[in-house]
Structures are given as structure tokens and as C-alpha cells.
């Protein structure tokens, strides 16, 4: 990730990636170009991690 971002707004992100679609937010937030390239990239990553784990979670309800 890039260096100047402290943890707790990673993790922050991480907590609520699904709150607004990856790549709008941080493009328009980002003071610097790279910045915004990373966080679309570090958000597109978490959130197809994210509706992964939860297909899985919703097939475990169903079965059970």
C-alpha cells in the first residue's frame, strides 16, 4: 500500500469495503494521482475478496 496512509485507515477500508463502489470515491478524494491508482487497485482487490467469502457464507446458510 502506499506509506503515507496510517493503519487505521487501511483497516478502515477494510472493515467497509462494500460501502461505495471501488474506484469512484478514491479517484475524486485522491490528493495525488498515484495515491487514487492504489486505493482503486487495494479496493478492487478487498471487494472481490469480499463477495467471495459471502457467496461462500450465503451457500454454508443454504446448506445448513
Request: aromatic share 10%.
Amino acid at each position: 500500500f502506499s506509506s503515507k496512509k496510517p493503519s487505521s485507515e487501511i483497516a478502515r477500508r477494510l472493515e467497509f469495503p462494500m460501502v461505495r463502489p471501488a474506484g469512484i470515491e478514491p479517484a475524486l478524494s485522491a490528493p495525488e494521482g498515484d495515491t487514487g491508482i492504489i486505493d482503486v487497485i487495494f479496493l478492487s482487490i478487498t471487494n472481490l475478496y469480499k463477495s467471495l467469502f459471502y457467496k461462500d457464507l450465503m451457500r454454508l446458510c443454504v446448506l445448513s
